[in-house]
């Protein structure tokens, strides 16, 4: 993976994984972003439990999965998104596709991966 500004703010690829993930999917879970990126689950939960204790995401319980969002009710979460988002727009297409290979939502048939 090539490390952006936000490995670089945070000093953490984990860091860096879940923000990503969460800006392209919406939600995630630990096991899934540590496929992703190839990172550790464990560097990856650590990572999700900071940003829950910081207020910027939450977590419901989905049968046995923790999926993360965005927290709706924090402002900090809000810039957070932005900032993720500019980072996000950054990257190019083939660099999309190298991070977020696997579908995690059903699209419409032909339409595109990358939004």
Not at 73 to 101: C, H, M
Request: charged share 30%; with cysteine.
């Amino acid at each position: 993976m090539i490390p952006t500004v936000l490995q670089d703010l945070f000093s953490s690829k984990a860091a860096e994984a879940v923000l990503l993930s969460l800006y392209h999917d919406g939600e995630a879970y630990g096991r899934a972003i540590a496929r992703d990126f190839d990172i550790s689950v464990n560097a990856v939960q650590r990572q999700l439990e900071r940003f829950e204790r910081s207020g910027t995401i939450v977590c419901k319980r989905q049968g046995r999965t923790l999926v993360y969002t965005w927290n709706p009710k924090s402002r900090l979460a809000r810039r957070l998104r932005d900032l993720t988002g500019i980072v996000y727009d950054g990257l190019g297409n083939r660099t999309k596709e190298l991070l977020f290979r696997e579908r995690r939502q059903p699209r419409a048939k032909d339409k595109p991966v990358i939004r």
